[in-house]
């Protein structure tokens, strides 16, 4: 079982910018981050494989990047010009297969961290 560890989420006001990270304790797996706001579905905010090809979720392009170091074993999605909308439960996933963590979340799970954007 991976274990995965997110930390950085918090309170920032639109237009703010936060930085996630997800310790992971091995190596060599695809990364993701999924979030869900409350009454609403779950959705890919972004993944990236070992080898650092990312993929993002349409509402968050152009505002959040997804990157790794493989040498921490950690994954960071640094989030800026924040809106309301973004507020949600973010958690970190991990799996071999990219695919799995884009179609079904993945296969390990953080505890997620709330990040709250308001005024």
């Known amino acids: 079982q991976v274990q995965l560890v997110e930390s950085g989420g918090g309170l920032v006001q639109p237009g703010g910018s936060l930085r996630l990270s997800c310790g992971a304790s091995?190596?060599?797996?695809?990364m993701g981050w999924h979030r869900q706001a409350p009454g609403k579905q779950r959705e890919l905010v972004a993944a990236i494989t070992p080898g650092s090809s990312t993929t993002y979720g349409d509402s968050v392009k152009g505002r959040f990047t997804i990157s790794r170091d493989n040498a921490k074993n950690t994954v960071y999605l640094q989030m800026n010009s924040l809106r309301p909308e973004d507020t949600a439960v973010y958690t970190c996933?991990?799996?071999?297969?990219?695919?799995?963590?884009?179609?079904?979340?993945?296969?390990?799970w953080g505890q997620g961290t709330q990040v709250t954007v308001s005024s």
């Open positions: 091995e190596s060599g797996y695809s």
């Open positions: 996933t991990a799996d071999l297969s990219l695919t799995r963590i884009m179609t079904q979340g993945g296969s390990h």
